[in-house]
């Protein structure tokens, strides 16, 4: 049995599946109109008419949006992970560099002079 060559409509289809979902857009877009396996094909590679056009283009639409509210929320809480682990990081930093003072006196005038190092221009030519 030779295989169809596939409509305009379904290259198109399935080029915004593969964005929206990459590897599995088959399955997702199954998912998304209710298809089961083998039936997304033969139901959307033909050329439908405008109303059901416009019915699979809203529900790509809608995918996609929803698609793009997900990645916004997996970057934010991507991003929140990040700053704990800074803050942790920067915690720890902390508390090895204050075991290494003998004295609160070392660790203010150490302090003192990274402060001015980082924001007096020309404080470690000065201090040499």
């Not at 929140?80 to 990081?89: E, G, I, M, P």
Request: charged share 40%.
């Amino acid at each position: 049995m030779k295989r169809r060559e596939p409509t305009k409509t379904w290259i198109w289809f399935e080029s915004w599946l593969r964005a929206a979902y990459d590897k599995s857009w088959r399955h997702k877009g199954r998912d998304l109109f209710n298809f089961g396996a083998g039936q997304m094909r033969p139901a959307l590679d033909r050329d439908l008419p405008e109303g059901r056009l416009r019915d699979v283009e809203r529900v790509i639409a809608d995918a996609l949006r929803q698609r793009a509210e997900d990645l916004a929320r997996e970057a934010a809480e991507a991003a929140a992970l990040a700053d704990d682990f800074v803050a942790s990081v920067r915690d720890r930093r902390s508390t090895v560099r204050a075991a290494e003072f003998k004295s609160f006196q070392d660790f203010v005038e150490a302090c003192g002079r990274e402060w001015c190092a980082d924001n007096v221009e020309g404080f470690e030519k000065e201090a040499a």
